[in-house]
């Protein structure tokens, strides 16, 4: 294979990966966020990070906005607009019950990520809370 080649594959292998870890969040009056579950190295965060900072860092795309959905019909246009980490992160800022729904939507990620993992994990390792035997 070409290095090209190699480097196309391994592109599309991240792509794949982080579209595994990707999900839609919606919030209502259809518009949606597509949130990515931090990876098992970024667990900490949910514990170090504020709501904004979450929010910024793992909302990754969005549908349904528009500056009319942003400003009100009057003011904006209705045509889509393209994802921004930095509109995003100024709109939710001022939107608490969105922000509240992404970090809930956060954490039930991880839950069931390490749910799945540990169940996984069941199947070919003894727990670590089993007594040892002698």
Known sequence: ??????????????????EQ???????????????QRPAEAEYH???T?????????FVVDWRGFSESALLGASVGSSDPLPFSSDTWATVCADHAEWLTAVVRHLVEAVTARITEREAARGNSEPSSSAPASR
């Open 1 to 18: 294979m070409t290095q090209a080649a190699d480097a196309a594959r391994e592109a599309s292998l991240v792509r794949k990966l982080l």
């Open 21 to 35: 870890r990707r999900s839609w969040l919606e919030l209502g009056d259809g518009l949606a966020v597509r949130v």
């Open 45 to 47: 965060l949910l514990r």
């Open 49 to 57: 990070e504020s709501g904004p900072e979450l929010a910024r860092r």
